[in-house]
């Protein structure tokens, strides 16, 4: 039992946490300006004064000075009042700048898109109901859409792919693959890319992502993918696949559990299915010491169940767990599931086996 009164040290502390908190906030909107307007990458060049560095960028420098304050006193920058220089430290702009998945921009532009629909969302809380994908376009656009590109770039082939024993070589013999919710497609034509021998066929629902998708095959001269718009929910393909992928995109299914069962009944016997999907444990109490908890929490109430309500689905949310995952994946039908680590920490990778005839 609490006191009636609150432990004053207590109160004091959690004030200060409160205030990292804002003070969060607020620098990831900077953060997300920085990225979008160039002066991250100008500030990489070199120390600079507020008027080196709006000219560097194209901007005007009363706006950059104020960012400047900003940057310094959040801990983002340092500042030489000697020469009145603003620097961005080499270990910051690593996690600042480039076309990478270590570039924290395209996230801070996620977290501004889906502040957009918090009224919707609020709505949501009072009225019930969901909000369409349609309002949601920008996410993929301008945010975690670009920084899976980048993982898809860096780790797709030999970090995640690379871990699955035997995978390797069977795409290199060549086997037939499907990528379930492919969105705009760049998994499967870095994959389709790799391994010319084996065919890939990209599903989703969204006209436009297969759009984009086919667009990029197209200009990477890819005979050997494909990409289709399509339920997962009614996946029943005239020929059965050896290897099925789904990256990102279960937990966001109006109806996960069907989506499974016609996966697992999809697959060829000795087939596998590849799910990459958020790494967390299924109970609250369990993600209590996770660092990426709050932010998937927020995501999936902003941006997963929203959607998925619009549709009149399940809302498993982007925090479903491990727990969770195992059971609907056994259930589907898969007797052989295993969790394996990825190179990044927020997400695991389940490897499903269907059995030899
Ligand atoms: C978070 S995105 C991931 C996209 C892609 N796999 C990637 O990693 O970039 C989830 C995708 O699932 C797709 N999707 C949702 N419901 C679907 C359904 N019933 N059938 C096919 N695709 C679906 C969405 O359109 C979206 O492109």
Redesign the pocket.
């Known amino acids: 039992m609490e006191p009636d009164h609150p432990d004053p040290d207590r109160t004091r502390d959690f004030g200060e946490q409160l205030l990292g908190m804002l003070t969060g906030g607020m620098l990831s909107m900077l953060i997300g300006i920085g990225h979008r307007t160039g002066l991250f990458e100008a500030a990489a060049r070199g120390p600079a004064t507020s008027v080196e560095l709006a000219e560097r960028a194209g901007l005007h420098e009363r706006y950059v000075r104020e960012w400047l304050g900003a940057m310094v006193t959040g801990g983002i920058m340092e500042y030489d009042p000697a020469d009145g220089r603003h620097r961005l430290p080499a270990a910051h702009a690593a996690l600042l700048t480039g076309a990478t998945s270590r570039n924290i921009g395209p996230v801070a532009n996620s977290l501004r898109t889906l502040g957009t629909v918090l009224p919707q969302v609020e709505r949501c809380f009072a009225e019930g109901g969901g909000v369409p994908?349609a309002e949601f376009a920008a996410v993929?656009v301008g945010g975690?859409?670009e920084t899976?590109?980048h993982v898809?770039d860096e780790h797709l082939v030999d970090g995640f792919l690379g871990r699955v024993p035997g995978l390797h070589d069977r795409l290199r013999a060549g086997a037939r693959v499907l990528?379930?919710?492919?969105?705009?497609?760049?998994?499967v034509n870095v994959m389709a890319r790799e391994f010319p021998d084996s065919t890939f066929d990209g599903?989703?629902?969204?006209t436009a992502?297969i759009d984009d998708a086919e667009a990029e095959r197209a200009a990477m001269a890819l005979p050997n993918a494909a990409f289709a718009v399509?339920?997962?929910?009614e996946l029943a393909p005239d020929r059965p696949y050896d290897v099925i992928t789904?990256?990102?995109?279960v937990h966001?299914?109006?109806?996960p559990e069907v989506?499974l069962r016609r996966i697992r009944d999809a697959l060829a016997p000795g087939g596998v299915f590849v799910m990459?999907d958020t790494n967390f444990a299924t109970r609250l109490e369990d993600n209590i010491a996770n660092p990426y908890a709050p932010l998937s929490y927020g995501i999936s109430l902003l941006f997963c169940v929203p959607t998925s309500i619009a549709?009149g689905g399940s809302a498993l949310g982007a925090v479903w767990g491990q727990e969770l995952a195992r059971e609907m994946l056994t259930d589907a039908g898969f007797t052989d599931v295993r969790v394996l680590d990825t190179p990044r920490p927020q997400n695991c990778m389940y490897v499903c086996r269907t059995e030899a005839s």
Request: proline share 0%; aromatic share 8%.
């Open positions: 994908i993929s975690l859409g899976w590109r898809y990528d379930l919710g492919c969105g705009t497609g760049h998994a599903l989703d629902i969204a992502a399509g339920d997962a929910a789904a990256f990102d995109a966001d299914q109006a109806a989506v990459i549709t």
